[in-house]
């Protein structure tokens, strides 16, 4: 079976462009996860590499199958120059990791949090999972691996992230529209909620 992340790299390649730098971050038990950085005029993108070499199984299952289920990684667009955003490169192989570590199924309208600010004055210690299929097209793999799905991830502030669990996902994509909302800065504050 062909080793999925040479695929991956080059379909962000493709999609991006060539990364101005690249950290890698390995965990007690996991595989090494790499986090590519992407500069486009004023937008940094950062995606994540290696999330993408195991598919996510069903915390419930008996037992992982190694080969078929959903694959990702994972993309944040911000604004560059206005923050130290380049401190998120932890936390982003934290969430890539989580599948392996804590038997996550990550998928668009879920949350991610990591307990802090995303990068030093972030006032966002969680993320929503997007829609892919728009920045960067989906990986199709060869019969049976179920294809790489590249994520998009919309930082959130802690007020948005409560207002989430309970009005739900859709609500608050809605809410950032209705407001015109800029995702991409990376110090923007919450969007009004009552």
């Known amino acids: 079976m062909a080793d999925v992340l040479p695929l991956v790299e080059a379909r962000l390649r493709t999609a991006l462009g060539e990364p101005g730098a690249r950290a890698a971050v390995t965990f007690l038990g996991t595989d090494r996860v790499e986090v590519l950085r992407f500069t486009e005029g004023d937008v940094v993108r950062y995606a994540t590499l290696g999330m993408s070499a195991h598919p996510m199984s069903d915390p419930t299952a008996m037992v992982a199958d190694p080969v078929k289920g959903p694959r990702a990684e994972l993309v944040l667009s911000v604004r560059g120059g206005v923050a130290d955003t380049d401190k998120v490169l932890r936390p982003l192989a934290v969430l890539a990791a989580s599948p392996q570590v804590e038997g996550l199924v990550v998928a668009p309208g879920g949350s991610l949090d990591v307990g802090e600010p995303?990068?030093?004055?972030?006032?966002?210690?969680?993320?929503?999972?997007?829609?892919?299929?728009?920045?960067?097209?989906?990986?199709?793999?060869?019969?049976?691996?179920?294809?790489?799905?590249?994520?998009?991830?919309?930082?959130?502030?802690?007020?948005e992230a409560a207002w989430k669990r309970v009005h739900g996902a859709q609500a608050l994509q809605e809410r950032w529209l209705a407001h015109g909302t800029d995702l991409r800065d990376p110090l923007r504050r919450s969007v009004t909620l009552d």
């Open 118 to 159: 995303l990068w030093p004055g972030a006032p966002f210690t969680s993320v929503l999972v997007g829609e892919p299929g728009g920045l960067v097209e989906d990986l199709e793999l060869d019969e049976p691996l179920d294809p790489v799905r590249f994520l998009p991830l919309l930082p959130m502030t802690p007020n």
